[in-house]
């Protein structure tokens, strides 16, 4: 069994960066998400264009961007039955702004609160992952019955933009301890 040093490095080490899918803008409330190739982070504000984005200056929200792992959208098809298990589900349909493939975004939350973690997206982009992103009852209209229950627990997580930019469709997403900087990096 390993010792807590062991898994305080085991916290922090990643297979390889994932990469990032889908980038979907909400622009208001019941509106549909809209699938962009590239948008721009604002420090404490969120996703420029997204209902979530807070236009009177930076905050503390711990909602700020919505993130979910590709690889969950077939649990979730499955879980939903019906055509979804036949079709599968576009990612833009859960309204979340972020899918990333590759990378598992639970394990983005460091475990230690003197180790914390973040996800750096392409060059600049800083997020912190602050807590799971439960689904809403939107689902239940959406994916049909049961459609809640098929993301409790596959909706992603939640996370504030620490340090903002811009970022793209295919940019690399990798997790890292926290303090890092694109200034910092050189």
Not at 4 to 26: C, E
Request: glycine letters at 16%.
């Amino acid at each position: 069994m390993a010792d807590a040093a062991d898994l305080r490095a085991l916290t922090r080490t990643f297979a390889s960066p994932g990469r990032l899918q889908t980038i979907g803008l909400r622009p208001g409330r019941g509106q549909a998400a809209l699938a962009v190739q590239r948008a721009d982070a604002h420090a404490g504000q969120g996703l420029v264009g997204d209902r979530s984005y807070r236009s009177a200056g930076p905050g503390t929200g711990k909602r700020q961007v919505t993130l979910i792992q590709a690889e969950h959208l077939p649990v979730i098809a499955a879980l939903s039955g019906g055509l979804w298990a036949e079709l599968g589900l576009h990612p833009l349909l859960l309204r979340r702004n972020l899918v990333v493939a590759g990378l598992n975004l639970l394990a983005a939350r460091g475990l230690f609160k003197d180790q914390p973690l973040v996800l750096r997206i392409g060059t600049r982009v800083v997020l912190e992952i602050t807590g799971p992103c439960e689904p809403c009852s939107k689902m239940e209209t959406l994916l049909g019955p049961g459609g809640y229950n098929a993301m409790r627990g596959h909706g992603g997580v939640t996370a504030r933009v620490l340090q903002g930019g811009a970022l793209a469709v295919g940019d690399a997403v990798v997790c890292q301890p926290a303090g890092w900087s694109a200034d910092s990096a050189g």
